[in-house]
């Protein structure tokens, strides 16, 4: 089973991350890669044969319709709605999904943070400022990550130092997929900035996700001028 189909089966799987994403044949082929230094050993690279993905781990798994519990995910994968108690339902797998996709491009989760309001400045740092309409609908528990009512508590909320370093090391998402991602890298990042839609109600769904030119077209695609 995969995304588009579990939410046409009004399913919402909450809990996506790469270790719940599993290749259905574990078959490949061996490619040869660069050469490490200045010695003749050769590194390969394992290419699947198949692409095919399944998911895995429905443990957290909810119906739309049923009662949503209010903290879900795995904190690197949570969407800014469910940080700020505005509910949830289908876009917040997709969230997860764009932060999957950095995760692979990088080799590294884009939020490393276990802590609400650093999360919060994260994705500020990265995608630009929260709506503001979204600081206003956030539940009292969330209230104590702002100031004056629509500004980010950040750094003057910051728990450490390390914690302001580890925010002002992130780039902008652009910035971050052109450091990884060369052929195709603008369809890329802009199918990312629809998965990373901060308002649920305009991130892209399962089925407009996979119908993106990043998926359809990826090598006609030129960057903008």
């Known amino acids: 089973m995969v995304l588009p189909d579990m939410h046409d089966l009004r399913l919402i799987h909450t809990d996506l991350k790469p270790e719940n994403i599993l290749l259905v044949s574990s078959e490949y082929v061996k490619l040869p890669g660069c050469k490490r230094g200045s010695s003749d050993e050769t590194h390969f690279r394992c290419l699947p044969k198949s692409s095919a993905i399944k998911l895995i781990d429905f443990g957290s798994t909810a119906f739309d319709n049923q009662n949503h519990s209010s903290i879900v995910s795995t904190r690197h994968y949570r969407a800014p709605e469910i940080i700020l108690g505005l509910g949830w339902s ?14 692979l491009c990088t080799g590294e989760a884009l939020f490393q943070t276990h802590e609400n309001l650093e999360h919060l400045a994260m994705m500020e740092r990265v995608l630009g400022p929260l709506p503001e309409h979204m600081i206003r609908r956030a539940n009292r528990g969330a209230e104590k990550y ?21 925010v002002r090391k992130l780039d902008r998402l652009k910035n971050i997929v052109s450091q990884y991602v060369e052929s195709s890298r603008y369809s890329l990042a802009d199918m990312l900035e629809g998965l990373l839609k901060y308002d649920p109600s305009e991130r892209l769904t399962a089925r407009q996700a996979l119908n993106h030119p990043f998926f359809r077209f990826p090598r006609t695609l030129q960057a903008p001028s």
């Open 90 to 103: 289908y876009p917040c797998d997709l969230w997860s999904v764009g932060c999957i996709l950095i995760e």
């Open 146 to 166: 702002f100031r004056r009512g629509s500004r980010l508590n950040w750094p003057e909320g910051a728990v450490s130092r390390e914690s302001i370093r580890a």
